[in-house]
């Protein structure tokens, strides 16, 4: 009998899809029907650090160095999406369903919104994901800056919460695999996801206006988080949520082969429904099936990378071996 049960921040899990941070998981009928589908997690739709700011000050003393669009969207945003309705949210779906809670928070700075997070723990969260969203795109900032900025929002974070905290990196670093290994030694997380998706622009030459190339992802997008699960899994003892690209079984599979503890997944359940979780699960255990496999502990990382091979001239000899022949 295959057994498809992980762990994650502590928590245990029936299976390793997890459910990502989306409008999927933003109401409780939606959250029921992902549990009842097989979901083995449900990450939250996230908070905004801003909203949590504008709550505290009753909507009248937001930065306004965010600019007056950003400043007017927030308020407006602030109407539908308040914090009591986050705890809320927690309190009922924990009152209704038997797998595990993560609540989100999106942050960019260690601000005042950190001492939201006992509000989110005393709601029954069973974890925090903090997605971080640094884009070090100001010019006047350091890479060491920018990446300073994790540690002094994890620092803060975890002295203002017990809960089991999971951070969500952007892969925009000059030493991604040094950031990723410093961030696990922190001592300040206890899961690592692997990688937030920004807005992706496009250009309408017709009507000189910025687009977008298409919120979704396909199993074609999985290449990068497989990637960088493969090279750190083997360095680092924290255990990986892969997202971005995981679309069916066999992407699921892959990302355990590479080390991943978990999967994240949103786009594919937009495209197929909240079915295609048990979909993906059936797929995966034919496939442990085939091949003998009794456990994900069975498989997991048998293709990650060599951590005794010297990474710069394998990826070199893989980039060779790929373009070389090519005419």
Wanted: with cysteine; hydrophobic share 40%.
């Amino acid at each position: 009998m295959v057994n498809l049960q992980t762990e994650y921040l502590g928590l245990k899990l029936k299976n390793p899809i997890i459910v990502a941070s989306s409008g999927l998981s933003s109401s409780l009928n939606s959250i029921k029907k992902l549990a009842h589908d097989g979901a083995g997690a449900i990450v939250l739709k996230s908070l905004f650090e801003e909203q949590i700011l504008a709550e505290a000050a009753q909507n009248i003393s937001l930065d306004q160095s965010y600019g007056t669009d950003v400043h007017d969207y927030i308020t407006e945003h602030m109407r539908s999406s308040k914090l009591s309705d986050y705890t809320t949210l927690i309190r009922n779906a924990k009152a209704e369903i038997d797998i595990p809670i993560i609540a989100s928070i999106n942050c960019i700075t260690d601000r005042e919104w950190t001492s939201f997070t006992k509000e989110i723990e005393d709601a029954g969260a069973d974890a925090l994901e903090l997605n971080i969203g640094v884009l070090p795109s100001d010019d006047e900032i350091s890479s060491a800056e920018n990446e300073e900025k994790y540690f002094q929002i994890l620092e803060k974070v975890r002295r203002s919460t017990n809960l089991p905290i999971a951070v969500k990196i952007t892969t925009y670093s000059a030493g991604l695999a040094n950031l990723i290994k410093k961030i696990s030694w922190s001592g300040f997380v206890d899961g690592i996801v692997m990688f937030n998706k920004y807005f992706q622009p496009d250009i309408d030459i017709d009507k000189m206006d910025i687009t977008t190339t298409g919120v979704f992802t396909t199993s074609a997008d999985i290449s990068t988080s497989l990637r960088w699960v493969a090279i750190m899994s083997s360095k680092i003892e924290t255990p990986i949520s892969a997202t971005t690209g995981v679309h069916t079984g066999a992407d699921v599979v892959k990302q355990i082969l590479a080390g991943a503890n978990n999967v994240q997944i949103a786009s594919t359940l937009y495209k197929n429904g909240t079915e295609q979780i048990q979909v993906m699960l059936d797929d995966m255990t034919k496939w442990m099936e085939k091949n003998s496999y009794n456990n994900l502990e069975d498989y997991r990382g048998k293709m990650a990378f060599n951590n005794d091979a010297n990474t710069i001239a394998f990826e070199r000899i893989q980039f060779m071996k790929h373009y070389g022949s090519i005419e």
